[in-house]
C-alpha cells in the first residue's frame, strides 16, 4: 500500500494564500469570495467590525472550519487537502480562549504539548521555553482559573506557541485587557514577529497601528483594502490639506490662492498678529508645499508653519467602510 507523502507547493515566499474564499451559512454570506497573501515573517492585522467574518476566515485557515468554495494555503500546503500538515505549522489562539482553569499553568501546557505531537526532552525544553516567552516562570505553579485575565491570555500564546509553529494566529488577542496588560501583550506580539508569521483579528484600531506592518480591511465578509497604513495613506493624499501659517496682509492672501489654479479651495483665518492660517486644499493630490514656500520667499513672507496633514487609521477606516450611499461618487481602491 503505497502512502501519499504531503509536499508543499511552490508559494514564492507566501506563508498564507488565500483566493477566492467563500464561506455561507443558511441564508447568510460570512465571507464573500476573498483573496489576500501573507510573506513570512509579516505581522498582517485583520480590522474590521464584528461580523465583518474574521474570526471565521480565521478557522478556516486553522482548518477547524471547512470553506464553501475557494482555495486556501499555509506554507504552501492546501487547508482542506493537507489538514495535518497545515495544523503542525499553526498556532492558533481563539479570542474565547479554551483553557482547563482547573489545571496548573505548566501542567496544563505539558498537556497541551503532548497532544501535538511532543514528547521526552523536547516537551520539557519547548514548556520552559514559552513559560519564559512569554512571562509565565512566576506563576507555573498557579491554577489558570486563578490567573488575571493578562495573564490567562499569556497562557493560551503559550499554548499557541509551544510546538514552535511557523505561523501564529491570534483571534482579538488583547480584548478585555486592562492597558497594562495590552501593552504587554502587544510587546510580546511584536517580539513573535521576530521569527514567526503572525495573523492578528482585530476591531481595535490601534491594535493594527501598534503591532502590525500590514493591515487587511474587512467588512461585511468582503476586503475593502490591503497594504501597509502608509501606502494606505498616501492613496488617500488626494485630499491632504497643506496648512500654512504666514504673516502677510489678509487682502494678498486672499488674492494669491484665488489666482492659484493648483489650489481647489481655501480657508484663511486670523490667528495672533500678524500671521494668518491658511487651509489650503489642492487639486488632484498635488502637495502644494513647495509653490507656497517659493511664493512666500519671492514676496518677503514669513512662514511659522508648513505641513500637510496626515490621515491617522481611523480616517482610512472610515473612509473605505462607509456605506455606498454616503461616498457621495468618491472611490478608494487599493
Known sequence: MLTRLASPLMSNGWMIEVANLTKRYAGHTAV???SFTVGRGE???LLGPNGAG????MRILSGLMPATSGTVRVAGFDVFRD?????????????NNPLHTDMRVREYLRFRARLKGLGGKRLKERVNTVMEQCGLTDVSRRIIGQLSKGYRQRVGLADALVHEPELIILDEPTIGLDPHQIRSVRQLIKNLGRSHTVLISTHILPEVEMTCNRMVI????KILAADTPEN???LMSSNSQVIAEIAAPESDLYECWTQIAEIERFDVAAVDGQYYRCALTPRNGLDLRPYIYALAKERGWYIRELTRSRHSLEDIYVQVTRPDEEEEGEEFTA
Open 218 to 221: 474587512m467588512y461585511q465578509g
Open 54 to 57: 474574521k474570526s471565521t476566515t
Open 32 to 34: 464573500s469570495d476573498i
Open 43 to 45: 505581522i498582517v492585522g
Open 232 to 234: 494606505l495613506q498616501q
Open 83 to 95: 489538514s495535518r500538515e497545515v495544523r503542525r505549522r499553526i498556532g492558533f489562539m481563539p479570542e
